[in-house]
């Protein structure tokens, strides 16, 4: 079973959508979906709630400490994907969900303050050592060329670990995605030859081909006796206080905000 975990610190910036979008997308690229919500705000409970279909069964796991058991049993029950949806800033159940995930998708609108607030999410993830990719969500239509075009230069300019990181493609601003939450749908469902459809089956295509292929890398790692075990001090304890979770990331972890890369570029 693949775990996909949808966390970042700045509310607002697509977690529920893209968990929504892309657990649609999977159940209908022929996956045996589940959802986890651990936001008690009940985006996803809301949506199903206003759905007619039962699937994608949509499960509230609030206690950080029932993540890993929930996972198993779903693992143990034929789910082939589980996709969690967390609550904005970094709590317990979304260092659970992180530890427990295998991969880690950050949404971030292309702005500087969504990119930088994604840092203690990253810190997190790093701590973990998760793959990780940053979604580029609601970015404006008229900009999709200048974007794209930075997007280029990231690959050309950027260390490559942050060029790297960035999934493909970006999602674009559009009110598929809320009409299609309010329809209780999946945004491929709501108009499947819309262009916002075709951006999310193809987030799908990405984020499963990079499921697929950093698993086999880890495979191969386990293999040649790379041990499992984290070299770092566990700096990321179930609930860390707010400062200390934000000073371990300003020293220890480089992230977008750090980098030489500026995401005005072309905008
Ligand atoms: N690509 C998009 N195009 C248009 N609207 C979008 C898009 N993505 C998200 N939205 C809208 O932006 C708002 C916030 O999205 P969403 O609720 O998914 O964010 P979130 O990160 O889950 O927020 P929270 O932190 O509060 O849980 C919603 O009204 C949603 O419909
Ligand atoms: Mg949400």
Redesign the pocket.
């Known amino acids: 079973m693949y775990t996909i975990v949808?966390a970042?610190q700045?509310?607002?910036?697509?977690?529920?959508?893209?968990?929504i979008g892309l657990a649609v997308a999977a159940q209908q690229a022929g996956h045996n979906v589940r959802v986890i919500e651990t936001?008690r705000?009940g985006?996803l409970s809301n949506w199903q709630v206003r759905r007619n279909l039962a699937e994608p069964i949509v499960e509230a796991v609030y206690d950080a400490k029932m993540i890993e058991p929930r996972l198993e049993a779903l693992a143990r029950g034929g789910v082939t994907v589980t996709i969690i949806?967390t609550?904005?800033g970094i709590n317990a159940a979304t260092t659970a969900a992180i530890r427990h995930c295998d991969l880690c998708l950050v949404?971030a609108r292309p702005s500087v303050a969504d990119i930088e607030a994604t840092a203690p999410t990253l810190s997190v993830i790093r701590a973990w050592r998760k793959a990780f990719a940053f979604v580029l969500?609601?970015t404006p239509i008229r900009g999709g060329q200048r974007i794209s075009e930075a997007t280029s230069s990231l690959d050309e300019s950027a260390p490559r670990d942050i060029a790297e990181v960035l999934a493909q493609p970006y999602?674009?601003?559009?009110?598929?995605?809320?009409d299609a939450?309010a329809a209780g749908q999946g945004v491929t469902e709501f108009d499947p030859s819309g262009k916002?459809a075709q951006e999310l089956r193809s987030l799908w295509r990405w984020t499963i081909s990079k499921l697929a292929g950093d698993l086999v890398m880890q495979e191969a790692n386990e293999l040649k006796g790379a041990s499992e075990l984290m070299d770092v001090e566990f700096p990321i304890m179930l609930q860390p206080p707010a400062e200390q979770a934000e000073a371990s990331v300003s020293r220890a972890y480089p992230t977008w905000a750090d980098s030489n890369a500026s995401w005005e570029t072309g905008f």
Do not use: E, V, Y
């Open positions: 949808l970042t700045k509310g607002g910036s697509g977690k529920s959508t893209l968990a936001d705000q985006t949806d609550a904005s949404p969500n609601q999602i674009n601003m559009r009110n598929d995605h809320q939450l916002s």
